[in-house]
Nanobody, 121 residues
Framework: QVQLVESGGGLVQAGRSLRLSCTAS????????MGWYRQAPGKQRELVAT???????KYADSVKGRFTISRDNAKNTVYLQMDSLRPEDTAVYYC???????????????WGQGTQVTVSS
């Protein structure tokens, strides 16, 4: 009964920006972390940005300095600001979240359905 819905993907020229959003809804008691991954055609899903246990953020080397993750806890939403986009950023972008659905229950790992980002040269 938990859904993650991404939005904001699309076709953009190299050098431009996009902002992705991912909102969690449903039976949510608390959200531990929310992050972003991507999967390009013929490649494995890879980490883009995710919070670490130490309170900082881990970014893929290929996006450092260009992408920024942020979160609005009141809206159960995580964002990915993507600047200076490159053709190699073309992929389906997925958000994930670790969510507790009840006060004493376990934490479950959820994935969104993905949003396509295509960067043209």
């Amino acid at each position: 009964q938990v859904q993650l819905v991404e939005s904001g993907g699309g076709l953009v020229q190299a050098g431009r920006s996009l902002r992705l959003s991912c909102t969690a809804s449903g039976r949510i008691f608390s959200i531990n972390t929310m992050g972003w991954y991507r999967q390009a055609p013929g490649k494995q899903r890879e980490l883009v940005a995710t919070p670490t246990s130490g309170g900082s953020t881990k970014y893929a080397d290929s996006v450092k300095g260009r992408f920024t993750i942020s979160r609005d806890n009141a809206k159960n939403t995580v964002y990915l600001q993507m600047d200076s986009l490159r053709p190699e950023d073309t992929a389906v972008y997925y958000c994930d979240a670790f969510i507790r659905t009840s006060i004493s229950g376990p934490v479950y790992h959820y994935w969104g359905q993905g949003t396509q980002v295509t960067v043209s040269s």
